[in-house]
């Protein structure tokens, strides 16, 4: 009966540095391009730079983490990293130009690539084979907390104190990630000995975990359609004369998903990734159309309902399919193939709806995004729906 228990003491510890670390990556997304302009007269680009850097370290980290997760051991990897994101975050007080504010926001997202792929991959060893997709889906939640709650702190501090002492509770969360990482314990895979010899030489499968590539495509471009959302919602709020409403829209998001993880998790294990994935595209497909039809608050925070259940169930359901299709030894560089595609996705996804969005309506974008989504659901079923008609 333990060898199915899911609510492990590490299974909430990890799920719980996940937190702490998503957070203050969310805390400072939304308030660094303001701080950039504000504090070092920083340009639009520069300011903009100021926040994609972050993603574009993280993915870099992620990259070569992956490789050596194994050798190193996934709990040191951990310590590793979370100390490395704390002590990172103590460079934000050194307030010298713009360009060494864009060298700190790259370390800052290095540590996160090493920590975060160090926890994913933890918490894909803790959960029960069992319980893959369920305990992936309550892990992810972690991250959609984080989404919510981070964003909300950051703009609520930044109007009432200064943005140092917004650096100081960051700083202060990495040091409790730190200190927390000690408490977990996690048995290294047997098969640790023959990845130390897959490592060896430059080769492009010592980084990127092949057999994850498939799945994690269709990540990339669902999250590819989802950072328009992400990116642009206050504008098209804004255009569309919705601001007070669209404060709203990641709260009701994030409910959406927390109030479905249960039910999606356990339907993944028991019956297979099509039962959520199929479904999962029909609903961000109709969240991103109605979302372009908004001309009121309900119309605005439904969508994002429909976005949560779609999108959000996407992701877990994607990174629980990453982890299983791949040999226990190669765990780490599943894990962190996995994120590398879906970091990508959200990093360069607003560069290249940049271009479009000149000639086109936000509205228009985001009608346009749902017919992608349907689109990816023939690219799905061949890279993978159709191999697999239950999920174990």
């Known amino acids: 009966m333990n060898e199915s228990k899911l609510w492990t003491k590490d299974f909430i510890i990890t799920s719980t540095i996940n937190f702490l670390l998503t957070s203050v990556f969310y805390l400072l997304v ?17 300011a903009g730079l100021a926040t994609g850097i972050f993603i574009i370290a993280t993915l870099i980290g992620r990259l070569f983490i992956g490789r050596g997760i194994n050798s190193i051991g996934y709990k040191r990897t951990l310590l ?7 002590l990172s975050s103590f460079l934000y007080f050194i307030q010298l130009n713009i360009w060494f504010f864009l060298i700190v926001r790259f370390l800052h997202g290095l540590t996160l690539g090493i920590a975060g792929t160090a926890t994913g991959t933890i918490v894909a060893q803790v959960i029960p084979n069992s319980r893959k997709g369920e305990g992936i889906g309550y892990y992810s939640m972690s ?36 200190i927390t990482s000690f408490f977990i314990q996690v048995s290294e895979p047997k098969a640790v000995k023959k990845a130390e010899k897959d490592v060896k030489g430059f080769k492009l499968s010592n980084f990127i975990e092949s057999k994850a590539i498939p799945i994690s495509f269709i990540m990339l471009i669902a999250a590819l359609c989802y950072s328009g959302v992400l990116s642009f919602i206050n504008f098209y709020a804004q255009e569309i004369g919705l601001m007070e409403a669209s404060s709203f829209f990641f709260f009701v998001y994030s409910i ?6 249960p039910f999606s998790g356990r339907l993944l294990d028991v019956k297979g990734a099509n039962y959520v994935m199929y479904p999962a595209f029909i609903l961000f497909s109709i969240g991103l159309i109605v ?36 040999p226990i030894h190669r765990m780490g560089l599943a894990t962190s193939t996995f994120f590398i595609f879906l970091d990508a996705g959200l990093g360069f996804g607003p560069y290249l709806l940049g271009f479009i969005e000149p000639y086109t309506t936000y509205s ?14 023939l690219l799905y079923f061949f890279l993978h729906g159709r191999k697999v008609k239950n999920f174990q």
Do not use: D, W
């Open 30 to 46: 939304v308030i660094v391009a303001v701080y950039a302009k504000t504090e070092f007269h920083a340009t639009t680009s520069q």
């Open 80 to 86: 590793i990293g979370t100390c490395l994101f704390a």
């Open 143 to 178: 991250s959609t907390l984080a989404t919510a709650i981070g964003p909300f702190i950051g703009l609520l501090l930044s109007q009432h104190v200064s943005f140092l002492i917004v650096f100081g509770l960051c700083t202060l969360l990495g040091i409790i990630a730190f």
């Open 256 to 261: 959406a998903i927390l109030c479905s993880r």
């Open 291 to 326: 979302l372009s039809a908004a001309h009121n608050s309900f119309v605005l925070l439904f969508s994002g309902v429909l976005i949560g259940l779609g999108y959000g169930n996407m992701q877990s359901c994607i990174q629980a399919v990453a982890v299983k299709v791949t």
């Open 364 to 377: 228009q974008l985001y009608f346009s995004l749902s017919f992608v989504v349907l689109a990816t659901v």
